[in-house]
């Protein structure tokens, strides 16, 4: 079995070879970090944080097929500060908590929302950022809010809480599942669909980028928070986790990093 891997036996480790201290006196500081602050990795050395890669501008793979995006550089950044080199990987959203359950990863930095469900299975950090559930229709549609839904066909992606409030919408008469956000709102731009219902800042985000022709309509249907999770074996990482998240916000990290992807701070109130 893998033993817990932690930071300071790391720094220890290393210090005894340097200075070549006796192996009892670093056998005895080790044990005294396995003891306080000892926490699990997938791998030593790496943080390996998990998301689907299919949710531009959030994580996503660019035109070389780099795994890229906002989640994946603030993925990178704790990684850093935890002294370990970042590994992130991908796997589809709704297999991600069974991953993360199963040892595969450490996190998931992957913009998922810490619904009562998931946290029966999984720990979570503090929100990291709060969009906005959202109504898309085609360009030309009459179609103003979620109410105004009639027999419609309504695309989001699996295992979303997207697909559940699509599903109790009285108007909504069948829910088409899809492996990212982007399939669904180019469906609805193709006419295959009536609607879709992603964040606001996905979905305006890809009408800018790419030109589809759908609008954003009504208010936010409800608000979609996102926060890091992580096994509840690993309680003292996430512990670190939330430490490192609140020092990139007041240090500035954060909102150059939003900056980058969206030209605005993400983690204002008034974000859209």
Known sequence: MRRPVTRRAAMTLAACMTVALAATACGGESEASDSDDAYQLVEDGKLTFAM?????????????????????????EVAERLGLEPNPVTGPFNSLVAGLKSSRYDLIIGSMSPTEERKEQVDFTDEYYVAGAQLFVPGDASVNSVEDLENATVGVVLGT??????????????????????????????????????TNLLGLYQINETGLDIKLVGEVLFPDP????????NA????????????IREDGTYAELSEKWFGVDISQADTP
Do not use: C
């Open 161 to 198: 809480t997207f697909e559940e409030f699509a599903k109790e919408q009285p108007g909504v008469s069948e829910v088409r599942t899809y492996n990212s956000d982007n399939e669904a709102l180019t469906e609805l731009a193709n006419g295959r669909l009536d609607a879709a219902i992603t």
């Open 236 to 247: 003292e990482l996430t512990a670190e986790v939330n430490e490192i998240l609140a020092a």
């Open 226 to 233: 996102a926060a890091i999770a992580s096994q509840k074996s």
């Open 52 to 76: 689907s890669g299919q949710y531009r501008p959030f994580n996503f793979f660019d035109d070389d097929g780099k795994l890229t995006g906002f989640d994946v550089d603030l993925g990178s």
